[in-house]
């Protein structure tokens, strides 16, 4: 059953990222580019609103939490324990809570990264890459990283949806990178 439904999934995402490929044929080469920075300007606000959201992230579990009741209730119960656990912690060890600071800061120094391609994606392809790469390697970080620290399956499939997502922007602007330095 799962092996079937993994299987659905990859067809899906194949079938999503061919589809982009065949559109690409037809494009100019500003269409190209325009289409390549739009991709680019995605994972730069999705590295930037990531890292600015992990600042405060006990004011924002707070806010979750007053609303749980209009959260699903396996969600709702989990968003609680954690913020249970970043209160009581910040609470004892407030020192905590800087390595939160770095995972915010390493999400806006990635944001800044991705300002190469934008400005020549052909030059800079290898940051496109690097992008492609992260994005796979999330998948074994939140199954064996949440499987030993008791994340539950739901959580680390929302960690894992990060990655399809990278990777559903990344991979069709790889291709359009190539496709654009073979038109130069």
Not at 41 to 47: P, Q, Y
Not at 92 to 118: C, E, K, N, Q, V
Not at 158 to 171: K, P, R
């Amino acid at each position: 059953m799962v092996n079937s439904y993994l299987f659905y999934k990859l067809f899906i995402i194949y079938f999503v990222i061919q589809s982009t490929f065949n559109i690409m044929d037809n494009l100019s080469k500003t269409q190209l580019l325009h289409r390549i920075k739009v991709r680019i300007w995605i994972i730069i606000a999705g590295l930037a609103l990531s890292g600015i959201t992990a600042f405060p992230i006990e004011t924002e579990l707070a806010i979750f939490t007053d609303h749980g009741p209009t959260l699903p209730g396996i969600l709702s119960l989990w968003l609680n324990q954690i913020y249970d656990a970043v209160r009581l912690t910040n609470l004892r060890y407030p020192f905590i809570s800087y390595g939160t600071d770095w995972l915010a800061f390493a999400h806006l120094m990635l944001a800044i990264l991705f300002i190469g391609p934008l400005k020549d994606p052909v030059k800079n392809i290898w940051v496109i890459q690097f992008g492609i790469i992260a994005a796979v390697l999330i998948f074994p970080l939140a199954f064996i990283a949440g499987n030993i620290s008791g994340i539950p399956l739901f959580w680390q499939l929302i960690d894992c949806s990060f990655g399809v997502v990278t990777l559903l922007i990344l991979i069709p602007c790889y291709r359009m990178i190539i496709k654009l330095n073979n038109t130069q």
